[in-house]
């Protein structure tokens, strides 16, 4: 198995040759020396070998995907910029700065520590804002957050995340479907959506283009 890490049109920008981006790949371990040129070659093909070809077990790739997936990048962190942009917008703030403070910037945080890490961010903001991180961040994501975090990853060690997938397609993805059009109707997504079509530099660089991919 050769496991790259990222969304599929991050790496389908990996492979072209005219963008220059690659994202990690996995695999697992001692397979690689075996069949170097069938798993080697095939993961960087797909823009592993410019970025690093990380030894691991399958176990531990699905497990640890599936637990950074729910928790952080995507269940986390889409849950958190809906209830800040909501904090905000329910206490009278414009549904337009909300968005931008919540969500349009949390770009420019993540490609610093991309970039260099949570020092390089702390470097690049304000002392005010890296202070504010210090004091206020464990408010929000509490010993009683991380508690659920184990519950979550507890969830798929055992099987039970797979489990109710499985059983949510046997029903034609119904619940799954409901969520996506709820999330597709928040007023965050209308907002957002109004406040790119101010900005066209971004869908210049867009990774994804529905009539393509």
Not at 131 to 154: F, H, Q
């Amino acid at each position: 198995m050769i496991a790259p890490k990222g969304p599929g049109h991050t790496v389908a920008l990996g492979i072209s040759a005219r963008r220059r981006r690659a994202v990690p790949a996995r695999d697992p371990p001692g397979r690689v020396r075996q069949r170097p040129r069938s798993r080697l070659s095939y993961a960087s093909a797909i823009g592993g070998g410019r970025a690093g070809i990380i030894e691991t077990t399958f176990k531990e790739e699905c497990e640890t995907d599936l637990f950074g997936e729910q928790s952080v990048l995507c269940g986390g962190l889409v849950e958190l910029m809906k209830a800040g942009y909501e904090t905000l917008v329910e206490a009278g703030y414009a549904p337009e700065m909300a968005y931008f403070e919540c969500v349009h910037e949390v770009k420019l945080i993540v490609d610093l520590i991309y970039e260099g890490g949570i020092a390089n961010m702390n470097y690049s903001i304000s002392n005010t804002a890296e202070y504010g991180e210090y004091v206020s961040g464990p408010r929000v994501v509490s010993p009683e957050t991380k508690a659920e975090m184990k519950r979550i990853l507890g969830d798929i060690q055992s099987g039970r995340f797979v489990k109710d997938w499985m059983l949510e397609n046997k029903v034609n993805q119904t619940s799954f479907k409901a969520m996506r059009t709820k999330l597709a109707e928040h007023p965050i997504e209308h907002v957002g959506a109004k406040l790119r079509e101010m900005m066209p530099w971004i869908k210049q660089r867009a990774l994804v283009d529905k009539s393509r991919n």
